[in-house]
Nanobody, 129 residues
Framework: QVQLVESGGGLAQPGGSLRLSCVAS?????????????IGWFRQAPGKEREGVSC????????YYADSVKGRFTASRDNGKNTVYLQMNSLKPEDTGVYYC?????????????????WGQGTQVTVSS
């Protein structure tokens, strides 16, 4: 059973930074290698739908970023450690929400909730002064 465990959330001031990590495990079968999984970061603010923040292709490492985070957030992956990261800089109050790591056994995927099969439990990010 694939498991994703996020960490690194917390309270940050506007303009501050946080770095989220997500460790993946439990890959089995035909797609047992983390290298073959597209990875995504999503967030859900109170009263709002879950949205894609950033996704990384497994085929060529291409990254998608939501317009609201472009230039401020950077997603990366370390396949040797089965870990993905989300570096969040210049944080704004509207970045507040629960951040989820997600994976799908495909080289590429649209950065939308329905494309991803496996989800972490989420980590809370609060941006407030």
């Amino acid at each position: 059973q694939v498991q994703l465990v996020e960490s690194g959330g917390g309270l940050a001031q506007p303009g501050g930074s946080l770095r989220l990590s997500c460790v993946a495990s439990g890959f089995t079968g035909f797609t047992a290698d983390f290298d073959y999984y597209a990875i995504g970061w999503f967030r859900q603010a109170p009263g709002k739908e879950r949205e894609g923040v950033s996704c990384i292709s497994a085929s060529d490492g291409r990254r998608y970023y939501a317009d609201s985070v472009k230039g401020r957030f950077t997603a990366s992956r370390d396949n040797g450690k089965n870990t993905v990261y989300l570096q969040m800089n210049s944080l704004k109050p509207e970045d507040t929400g629960v951040y989820y790591c997600a994976a799908v056994g495909a080289l590429d995927a649209l950065c939308v909730v329905d494309e991803f099969d496996y989800w972490g439990q989420g980590t809370q990010v609060t941006v407030s002064s």
